[in-house]
């Protein structure tokens, strides 16, 4: 005796395949929407976020370094002032004793 029905095993096959051939489109539809986001945001220069973690730290860096090299600068004029000289008296033609 013959348990399956033909018609529900060719049924189940077309479904098995069609799904198949639906995950195929979507896996196709998600590379294509992939590429074009990445030329999208290739055109607009905008950077990644390795680069952009890349340049904050340069950055930070900078900053430290700067403000090292600014208390270093402030600590070399503070050691270095010379001393007051007296302001010379201007020396007149007219009348003075020079």
Not at 26 to 46: C, P
């Amino acid at each position: 005796m013959h348990s399956r029905n033909k018609f529900l095993d060719d049924m189940s096959r077309l479904m098995t395949n069609a799904m198949g051939v639906a995950q195929g489109a979507r896996e196709e539809a998600e590379t294509a929407m992939k590429g074009m986001l990445d030329r999208w945001l290739a055109d607009r220069d905008f950077v990644t976020r390795e680069e952009f973690d890349a340049v904050r730290a340069m950055a930070q860096k900078a900053r430290e370094e700067n403000a090292a090299l600014a208390e270093r600068i402030s600590a070399l004029e503070a050691g270095a002032k010379p001393a007051a000289k007296p302001a010379a008296k201007p020396r007149g033609k007219a009348g003075g004793k020079a």
